[in-house]
């Protein structure tokens, strides 16, 4: 396998404002194209839908010139892209473009830069610094004034991904902790991982606190029951073509029926439902055994698993690919249990993110791995670039993995920042890193491009491996 050169930072200087002329990554700009005249007929063939096109579209107008005055006095130049953070429009780049404060207040941000003449530019200032981490090589940072087609765009309200899990022991003493809400649903219902830093199945109460107010419960298809009949004591060996009937009243007052199986767990019986419940939910419910003899649920029971055996979709991540590389801490990585788990009920404005990556999302378009890269190479004019993705990797630091995904979008000093579009999950992240190579992990690369971006805005790595490996 050919050794890969240094990854470069892809910030721009006053000396790399020449562009293409003397550009020593990508010489000519082939396969650069102008976002004004970006069209569906630029998208591989399967891509070629109105939908997908608009949401390029209207992602790329989110999509910034960074001007930023270093504390030095010079200047530096790079990408950024407009989120919504807890209903306040802010901008997403890396690090290494804004790193403190004082740059953040003293950066121009620059809408509709997308001609030489730049008839349509809007100029806005940094207002101050959200977060950043060099790390993570993420920052977040404040601006004014927000330009009204920017508040016209639809964009989900990132936080929402991230929302926080309060628990009470029974001495109600509470914890909290940074949860992950996985971008699919399953059975109609969305999956929230979190760490398995505490047992669920022994705290007096769980919500998972959403910024736009929104209280949700944990779900589950587990559910506890008594009085426990004979019949389904574990030494009984047709225990498992024991079938009962569970009746429970919905929010509607209609009473619904279905039929659960006998689940053992150490040593323990339970039911396990077609669908998950809610504590609540199975408090309400009524147990009918084959033999007439009734029970009552009493909760719900919760199962930790690992990301080598959750089912994950809709993830730009193969685990299965990464544990046949062998390497140990990948292994301890995916191995290491998390809670993955049902909840109610949705907030608002992610059941109707959800809903749209789920329309895309499908199994057949996993399989298809194209990336899209929007921004100010070399800090000119708005680009846009059509690559592949090439991997996820793992990469361990003092105290944790990181996460970071490679792609072949050309990108130039400048495109740091920019984001990375991948069609098949609905998903993006910001550009921060590149290098010019024709060949990675024994692949040809067509574009001669291997570029990287951290897996930052899902922070993952903290929701399933320890802080101290």
């Not at 929302?163 to 509470?174: A, H």
């Not at 590389?325 to 907030?347: D, M, Q, S, V, Y």
Request: glycine share 6%; hydrophobic share 35%.
């Amino acid at each position: 396998m050919t050794e890969l050169p240094e990854f470069k930072r892809e910030v721009a200087t006053e000396a790399d404002m020449e562009g293409e002329a003397n550009c020593e990554k990508n010489p000519g700009h082939n396969g650069f194209i102008p976002f004004q005249d970006f069209s569906m007929d630029h998208l591989p063939l399967v891509w070629q839908e109105g939908r997908v096109y608009e949401y390029i579209r209207s992602f790329g107008e989110r999509v910034v010139r960074l001007v930023v005055k270093c504390d030095n006095g010079s200047f530096r130049y790079g990408s950024g892209v407009v989120e919504k953070w807890e209903d306040k429009y802010v901008i997403a780049t890396n690090n290494h473009v804004i790193e403190n404060d004082s740059q953040a207040k003293r950066c121009l941000i620059e809408f509709n830069f997308n001609s030489d003449d730049r008839s349509d530019v809007i100029v806005c200032e940094g207002t101050g610094l959200l977060e950043t981490s060099k790390t993570l090589d993420k920052t977040l940072i404040t601006f004014l004034h927000i330009p009204k087609k920017i508040q016209e765009i639809y964009m989900v309200d990132e936080s929402l991904f991230i929302p926080e899990v309060v628990t009470m022991d029974n001495d109600g003493q509470t914890y909290s902790y940074q949860s992950l809400t996985m971008p699919y649903t399953v059975n109609g219902l969305p999956i929230l991982a979190m760490p398995l830093r505490f047992d669920l199945n022994k705290m007096k109460e769980t919500s998972i606190e959403f910024y736009d107010g929104t209280v949700s419960k944990m779900a589950s298809e587990i559910i506890k029951f008594e009085p426990v009949p004979s019949e389904i004591e574990p030494r009984n060996p047709n225990v498992k073509d024991i079938h009962p009937n569970i009746s429970v009243r919905d929010i509607n007052g209609q009473v619904k029926t279905m039929t659960g199986n006998i689940e053992y767990i150490e040593g323990e019986v339970f039911i396990k439902l077609p669908e998950a419940f809610t504590d609540e939910e199975a408090q309400q419910c009524t147990v009918t055994f084959p033999n007439g003899s009734v029970s009552k649920g009493t909760g719900v029971h919760f199962l930790p698993t690992t990301l080598a055996t959750a089912n994950l979709q809709g993830l730009d991540i193969n685990i299965g690919k990464l544990l046949t590389l062998g390497i140990p801490e990948i292994k301890r990585f995916a191995n290491n249990p998390f809670w993955n788990l049902h909840f109610k009920p949705t907030p608002p404005g992610l059941e109707n993110q959800l809903s749209i990556q789920g329309t895309y999302n499908t199994e057949e378009r996993r399989q298809i791995n194209t990336a899209i890269a929007i921004g100010h190479p070399h800090g000119g004019k708005k680009m846009v670039t059509i690559g592949r993705d090439l991997a996820f990797s793992l990469e361990p630091t003092a105290t944790e993995l990181r996460c970071s995904i490679a792609y072949s979008c050309q990108t130039c000093p400048g495109s740091s920042g920019s984001p990375i579009l991948y069609l098949r999950s609905w998903r993006w992240y910001v550009h921060c890193l590149g290098l010019r190579a024709n060949e990675f992990q024994e692949e040809v690369v067509e574009t001669g491009n291997i570029n990287k971006a951290w897996w930052w805005k899902q922070y993952i790595s903290d929701i399933v491996v320890e802080e101290h490996m």
